[in-house]
Nanobody, 122 residues
Framework: QVQLVESGGGLVQAGGSLRLSCAAS????????MGWVRQAPGKEREFVAG????????SYADSVKGRFTISRDNAKNTVYLQMNSLKPEDTAVYYC???????????????WGQGTQVTVSS
C-alpha cells in the first residue's frame, strides 16, 4: 500500500515557477515508477511527466518539455515537479500517481494522491 500526498500548488503569474512535491508513505516507494497527471476544468486527465523507479529515465508531455522537470529522492520517499515558465493553460489540479507497469508514460496507475491546485494568471 502506498499513500501519496501532494503539496506546493498555488496561484502564480504567467512566466513564474512552482515546485510540487509528493510525499509517499510505505517502504516500497522506490519500486514504483511515478507520474504527475493534471486535470483542467472540463477536460480529461492528461499525463504531464513520469520518472522511472531509479530516477534515471524520465518522460514528458510535449506541452511541458523544456519547462517542467520531474525528479525523485527515494531516500525521502518524495517525487518533485519543478515547473518553470508557467502558462495560463497549465492551470489544473495536479495529481501524483504511482505505477508498477514499468513503462513510461505509465499506461495505468496503482495509487493516486488527492491532487493540488495550480492556477496561472495571465
Amino acid at each position: 500500500q502506498v499513500q501519496l500526498v501532494e503539496s506546493g500548488g498555488g496561484l502564480v503569474q504567467a512566466g513564474g515557477s512552482l515546485r510540487l512535491s509528493c510525499a509517499a508513505s510505505g517502504r516500497t516507494f522506490s519500486s514504483y515508477d511515478m507520474g504527475w497527471v493534471r486535470q483542467a476544468p472540463g477536460k480529461e486527465r492528461e499525463f504531464v511527466a513520469g520518472i522511472g523507479w531509479s530516477g534515471r529515465i524520465t518522460s514528458y508531455a510535449d506541452s511541458v518539455k523544456g519547462r517542467f522537470t520531474i525528479s525523485r529522492d527515494n531516500a525521502k520517499n518524495t517525487v518533485y515537479l519543478q515547473m518553470n515558465s508557467l502558462k495560463p493553460e497549465d492551470t489544473a489540479v495536479y495529481y501524483c500517481a504511482a505505477s508498477s507497469s514499468r513503462r513510461l508514460p505509465p499506461p495505468e496507475y496503482d495509487y493516486w494522491g488527492q491532487g493540488t491546485q495550480v492556477t496561472v494568471s495571465s
